[in-house]
């Protein structure tokens, strides 16, 4: 199986900060790497795919980038609606794996 | 609109048998494999595994393989997940999710709250 391994696995900032998840991969992704924010007691919402595509109606200042094993999603100016849960998930071969998750708390 | 819609939650006992269901619709439900991913409480995701609708061929992740079993009928757009002896540890939300590029999942069901407990 591909681990995984998120960072960090909390995160404290203040509305207004740029912030940047990484995601590391025990093998290379080919890109096929998916990022999610999920917010309490809710679903999960796809932000990314391919690494470096956004999805439809997901602001500009999520974005992403990386290749081969590491990958990175940044936030470029925190809003107060960004707090949440940040899950990477690779699908490049299965079983597909999540990272651990990383935690953005307001400071 | 697309939409997928799972059952309800669920309290069972041990050793109890369970089919979680999640039906698609708003889109060709043929066209697209549908994952099952757990969230343990307090915990992160897990993929469980996948099925493709058209010709039900299944990949599973070997911590659950033998554990959970996914079907779909694709008469009525409807996936499923069972288990045939439930276990505390099965006490998890578990989501049914599909549409995104590659393996990734534009769209989620709202999620189905299993409970085992004596």
């Known amino acids: 199986d591909i681990q995984m391994t998120q960072s960090p696995s909390s995160l404290s900032a203040s509305v207004g900060d740029r912030v940047i998840i990484t995601c590391r991969a025990s093998q290379g992704l080919s890109n096929s790497l998916a990022w999610y924010q999920q917010k309490s007691g809710k679903a999960p919402k796809l932000l990314l795919y391919g690494a470096v595509s956004l999805e439809s109606g997901v602001p500009s200042r999520f974005s992403g980038s990386g290749s081969g094993t590491d990958y990175t999603l940044t936030i470029s100016s925190l809003r107060p609606e960004d707090f949440a849960t940040y899950y990477c998930?690779?699908?490049?071969?299965?079983?597909?794996?999540f990272g651990q998750g990383t935690k953005l708390e307001i400071k | 609109e697309v939409q997928l819609v799972q059952s309800g939650a669920e309290v069972k006992k041990p050793g109890e048998s369970l089919k979680i269901s999640c039906q698609g619709s708003?889109?060709?439900?043929?066209?697209?494999?549908i994952g099952w991913v757990r969230q343990m409480p307090g915990k992160g995701l897990e993929w469980v595994g996948i099925?493709?609708?058209?010709?039900?061929?299944?990949r599973y992740s070997p911590s659950l393989q033998g554990q959970v079993t996914i079907s779909v009928d694709k008469s009525i757009s409807t996936a499923y997940l069972q288990w045939s002896s439930l276990k505390a540890s099965d006490t998890a939300m578990y989501y049914c999710?599909?549409?995104?590029?590659?393996?990734?999942?534009?769209?989620w069901g709202q999620g189905t709250l299993v409970t085992v407990s004596s």
């Open positions: 099925i493709h609708p058209d010709d039900s061929k299944t």
């Open positions: 998930q690779q699908y490049y071969i299965t079983p597909y794996t």
């Open positions: 999710a599909s549409r995104g590029m590659g393996g990734s999942y534009l769209d």
């Open positions: 708003g889109y060709s439900f043929t066209d697209y494999w």
